[in-house]
């Protein structure tokens, strides 16, 4: 039985050295990146049994995908190889302030675009402590709204991060298709802008949170603040960290991903709400500090953080 099992798409991650631009860029760094694998290898070098459900391209930049997740300890027997195919890719250009970090994908017609419900050995996915999910994968086309379909109705506990894509779909799309979901969701993370895009909340967390315990009367939710930390509410509780990591940022792409991370992996450890913040928060700038989408992490790593220091703010 594993601990979690997420289902998702994994793209190549292609990015421009900073501060070069797409137009003038000369070199690509090579990384892989997708929300729900990203939480599994980031739990699964923490110390848990995590699975990734997804399609690859049999070709080797499949193989190689499945070979860097599978090294990081996530088991991917659930993957399926698909012959011509090709895996999508996202390229990065990281700006220097004033300029934001700018994105551009190139996803459609992936190996997972065409992996249907039919195509899933879905035993490993009802017998999983957890399930995880994302609001990526249903944006993503009728096929992959119907794995997310499927996947809800087979999981006992649903953990969802709500990562809203304004390139995949509209805000009244996405709330139609999570009004149906919330309801049944365990753990929720959503951003402090999606909550405002999407259900026009905006403010202080509490009566944020408490509007969305109204769409989601079952979750514990954590609304992520950026460089505000995180605020949960979980049964009228409000929880926030306790330690506020000093982080020389040097890649904050997959930070709410590995927040998401150590948040459930505390939990599925048997740790106290509490801790589990401290630990989504440990494990989100223990991120910020290295390259790539996956937190590269050990459950030393966050000890040692949460354990104090000059750069630790109490």
């Keep these: 039985m594993h601990d979690l099992v997420s289902l ?6 292609l990015a421009i050295p900073s501060p070069a631009r797409f137009e003038t860029a000369h070199q690509l ?24 459900i997804s399609a690859l391209p049999a070709n080797p930049w499949g193989e190689r995908i499945r070979r860097e997740l599978t090294a990081h300890g996530v088991d ?3 993957v399926r190889m698909t012959p011509n195919t090709r895996v999508g890719t996202y390229f990065l250009e990281y700006g220097v302030p004033p300029r934001p970090v700018r994105v551009l994908y190139d996803r459609r017609d992936s190996a997972f675009a065409r992996l249907t419900p039919a195509e899933v050995d879905w035993a490993p996915l009802r017998s999983a402590r957890l399930v995880h999910l994302t609001g990526i994968t249903p944006a993503l086309g009728d096929a992959a709204r119907a794995l997310v379909e499927r996947a809800l109705r087979e999981a006992a506990t649903v953990s969802f991060d709500v990562n809203y894509r304004a390139t995949l779909w509209s805000p009244a799309d996405a709330c139609a298709f999570l ?23 905006s403010g202080a967390p509490e009566p944020t949170l408490d509007a969305l315990a109204r769409l989601a009367p079952k979750a514990t939710i954590s609304l992520q603040q950026g460089g505000e930390g995180s605020t949960v509410l ?22 709410g991903d590995a927040y998401a991370a150590g948040f459930l992996w505390a939990m599925l450890r048997g740790r106290d709400l509490q801790d589990a913040v401290d630990a989504g928060t440990a494990v ?6 290295t390259w790539g989408d996956i937190a590269l992490v050990s459950e030393a790593d966050v000890t040692d953080l949460l354990a104090g220091g000059p750069d630790v703010r109490r």
């Design 284 to 289: 989100g700038a223990l991120k910020c500090s």
């Design 76 to 78: 991917c027997g659930l």
């Design 179 to 201: 009004e149906t979901v919330l309801p049944r969701v365990r753990y929720l993370f959503i951003g402090q802008a999606e909550a405002q895009t999407l259900f026009g909340l």
């Design 234 to 255: 979980d049964g009228g509780r409000l929880y926030r960290p306790r330690v506020r990591p000093a982080v020389q940022v040097v890649d904050p792409i997959g930070a």
């Design 29 to 52: 760094d090579l990384q892989i990146g997708g929300a729900e694998a990203n939480v599994a290898a980031a739990c699964a070098r923490l110390g848990l049994r995590t699975a990734w």
């Design 8 to 13: 998702g798409e994994v793209l190549l991650r």
